[in-house]
């Protein structure tokens, strides 16, 4: 809420007439909708890197004005670009498509809650290396917006006391961790993070392999290059043969 003083008009004018009026009715009518949730993360002391999730800071509805506003900033990009998105039918919409896909399809991993997992007890008391992949991954790297599309693994060395969650939660959550601007070596680590989170297990192992647009399609123009990243927790850490285990396996299912 935005408070203004009006200073009197004309000298003469006695000094009550100068009166604090809310600035608008709605108190912040006309301030963007990423300035008032950026306010709330700054009050809240908290991180909104490109990779950062910050749904919790969105209210219902809002995800709607911050499209429009995305899609008008988008739109003096093209304009900059000296694009005549007024008479080419290819752009005029171009602006609302890409706001579009970024709120609602590519980032969203960034402004949606974590999805459901229901986490099931091991009553089975499994105990013995998991393996699922490879999921297919996408997203966008930070530093240029371009594509990433990848493969990943994940190992999981349960014990007694372990959660363990459905074969396709493993592919929701890596999206929603992979639907922001990332960069696949804190990707990894963010997945790596949630799944222990989730399932505690005795060891976890992550590993992705992806090309990266950003290499292919600009800069070096090297198409084959691809990045590989690993991440190896606990037992996978810990114990040499049950990571020459994990990584076998995956050389085996590559083959
Ligand atoms: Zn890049």
Not at 173 to 195: H, K, N
Request: charged share 25%; aromatic share 6%.
């Amino acid at each position: 809420m935005t408070l203004r003083a009006v200073p009197p008009k004309s000298p003469d004018q006695p000094a009550e007439a100068a009166e604090v009026v809310l600035a608008n009715a709605a108190g912040d009518a006309g301030v963007p909708m990423s300035v008032k949730i950026r306010e709330r993360l700054l009050a809240a002391r908290r991180r909104f890197h490109a990779n950062d999730n910050i749904a919790e800071f969105v209210r219902e509805g809002e995800i709607a004005a911050l499209q429009d506003e995305v899609a008008g900033k988008l739109l003096g990009v093209l304009q900059s670009l000296v694009i005549d998105t007024d008479n080419d039918h290819n752009t005029r919409e171009t602006a609302r498509r890409v706001a579009k896909m970024y709120l609602q399809e590519v980032f969203k991993g960034r402004y949606e809650p974590a999805p459901s997992v229901t986490e099931f007890p091991n009553v089975e008391r499994l105990n013995e290396l998991m393996i699922v992949g490879p999921i297919t991954v996408r997203s966008a790297c930070s530093h240029h917006l371009c594509p990433i599309i990848g493969r990943l693994w994940i190992g999981v060395m349960p014990n007694e006391h372990s959660n363990l969650i459905g074969l396709s939660k493993y592919v929701r959550l890596a999206d929603w961790i992979m639907s922001r601007p990332q960069i696949q070596e804190e990707a990894v680590t963010q997945i790596a993070d949630l799944l222990q989170e989730r399932m505690s297990p005795d060891g976890l192992a992550i590993v992705m392999e992806a090309d990266h647009f950003c290499m292919a399609w600009r800069g070096v123009k090297d198409i084959d290059s691809k990045m590989v990243n690993s991440v190896m927790r606990g037992s996978f850490l810990k114990d040499p043969n049950l990571r020459r285990e994990f990584l076998a396996l995956l050389q085996k299912k590559n083959a």
